[in-house]
Structure formats: C-alpha cells, structure tokens
C-alpha cells in the first residue's frame, strides 16, 4: 500500500469529522509579497526653499496616505519615513504643489515656485483665518492685455469700459488731468477715492504708472475689503500687479502711438473795436451809459482801435 495515500485518506477523514472541506491543491506564496511584507519603510529627507530662502511650515505628505506628512523646521529640513516607490507632494500657501517621486533617492533639495492665483491665499480676518476671495466677494479683473488695447495714456481711462460697477470721470478736459473714481459712494472718511495697492505696498498713484507696465488689475468692490486694509479701503480697493521680470530668452518689445486733435469749429473772435461795442451795449441795457475808453486806453491806440488800422481781421 502507498504511505502517502494513506496519510491523504487519513488527513480527508479527520477533516470530514470536523466538518471542515479539504483540497489536495498546493497554494504557493508569492515571493515578492513576501518581500513587501518584510520590508521596511524607507527614511527620506530634503531642504525645501524659495526664491528667498528656506520655506518655515511646507506641508510634506505621502501621495496616497494622508495621514503620513511632516512640516519644514525654521530651516527648512524636513524628514520622513515612506515606502519604496512612493510620492512626495509639497504644498504651501501661495506656492504651487509639487509631486517629487522618490525612486532611489533618500535627500531631496526642492524650490517652491509661487503661484499667481492671489484670490486662493488665506488671509487673517480679525481671529479668524479666511480665503480672500471669501472675504472679497465683489471683485473684477482686467488683464494687462486688454488695457494695452485701449491705447490711453492713463490706466483710469482704460478701465472706463472694463470695470461694471465703477464709476470712472474725467476731472475735466484739460491734456494730463487726473480722473475721478467712485465704487460704493463717499465712505466713512469724507472721500470717494479708493486705496490704490501697487504689488502689495498700499498708497500709492495710479496716475504714474504706465498702462504698458500693468499686468493686472483687481477692483475689490465688496465692503468686506475693510476687514483686509482697514478704514482706507472703505470706499474700496484697487490691487495693481505690475509686469516682473521672466526667465528665458531676452525680449524687447516697443509699442509706440501717436495722435493728434482738431477742433471741430473755430469761434469767431471780436476785435478790439467789437469788444468796446459790445461791453456799451451791455453797460446801456443795464441802465447805464456808454464807456468813455479815454479812461483807460491811450489816445493813439484808442484811434487806431476805432478806425480799424490795428486791429487783426475776423475771420
């Protein structure tokens, strides 16, 4: 009789009293599951700057399990333990979020790029912690681009058609004079001027900035604005970013326009003669009498005003 059979009918009869079923297959083990299971996390580390210096706070976070992330020190150095083959995603406020895979490598050096998106960054609202773009409902954006199209010499006369909601004039109309700009009314402070926040410094003239310089403006309409800037943005406010430099190829453009005005009638002006005639006239219709010009005008020019010989022809 075959041993090993016996031991098979043996082992399928004790199975069959417990109640339990019995397969004569073969299940293997996976050797690379075998693998993962003993093998431990791996230990990564890394330097996280920007453009000025080392990053304080940088979320570092495992792709994929959230649960396993870190923050940068005061230097920026952060260390964490991983497993092979994963993903590291940085983020931080106002900076664009980068996936760094992390392959073979154990150290990383990473530069945060900044993001443009300003409306997404959180600002402090008295003690809380809000996004500006919450806090700013009412906003409205013109592009650079579109100002340039305009073709003005002052930016106020460019945002005249870009702006719903804004109320732009015209001082006068006089070359090189100023605009008066109106979002809500006259605020808490006697003015209808709003404040004027050129790449982040508050208080300054838009009047001196070239249009071609701009690329981007944002009118923050919603009274909300006050919790940000205070009793000056009462009346609203007004974000200039100006164009920065950019990386690459050097470009150099010139944009050049040039105009001219006519008027479309000359008046007809009085000569010297006219004039006197018609301030008797005025004198005698009320109640008075004509003027003696010997008063107040020479004899000779007084005689030459009357017949004719210095004065210019009307035209």
């Not at 093998?39 to 396993?68: L, T």
């Not at 993903?87 to 945060?112: H, M, R």
Request: glycine share 12%; hydrophobic share 35%.
């Amino acid at each position: 009789m075959n041993f090993n059979l016996n031991k098979t009918m043996l082992l399928m009869g004790a199975c069959t009293a417990l109640g339990l079923a019995y397969s004569p297959s073969v299940h293997a083990v996976s050797p690379s599951l075998t693998a993962q299971a003993v093998q431990q996390a791996k230990k990564v580390s890394g330097h996280i700057v920007d453009a000025d210096g080392p990053v304080i706070g940088a979320s570092v976070v495992e792709k994929g399990n959230p649960k396993n992330g870190t923050v940068t020190d005061l230097d920026g150095n952060f260390t964490l333990n991983v497993k092979p083959g994963a993903t590291l995603v940085v983020s931080y406020i106002g900076y664009k979020t980068q996936e760094v895979a992390v392959g073979n490598k154990s150290d990383f050096a990473i530069t945060l790029k900044t993001d443009d998106k300003t409306l997404e960054d959180v600002v402090v609202v008295g003690y809380g912690v809000q996004k500006k773009k919450l806090v700013t409902g009412a906003t409205v954006e013109v592009k650079g681009d579109d100002i340039q199209k305009m073709n003005t010499t002052q930016v106020l006369g460019a945002l005249q058609s870009k702006t719903p909601g804004v109320n732009i004039q015209a001082n006068s109309g006089q070359p090189g004079d100023g605009f008066k700009i109106s979002i809500r009314g006259a605020g808490t402070n006697s003015d209808t001027k709003p404040i004027y926040v050129i790449d982040g410094v508050a208080g300054g003239d838009i009047n001196n900035l070239n249009p071609a310089d701009i690329e981007r403006i944002d009118v923050l309409k919603d009274a909300a604005s006050a919790a940000i800037y205070g009793a000056n943005g009462a009346n609203g406010v007004i974000l200039i970013t100006t164009k920065q430099g950019k990386q690459g190829k050097i470009s150099v453009s010139y944009d050049g326009n040039i105009g001219w005005q006519n008027m479309y009638r000359i008046p007809k002006l009085l000569n010297a003669k006219q004039y006197m005639q018609v301030q008797d006239m005025v004198s005698m219709n009320n109640g008075g009498s004509a003027y003696d010009w010997s008063k107040y005008i020479d004899a000779d020019l007084l005689k030459a005003y009357q017949d004719g010989s210095n004065s210019a022809p009307t035209g």
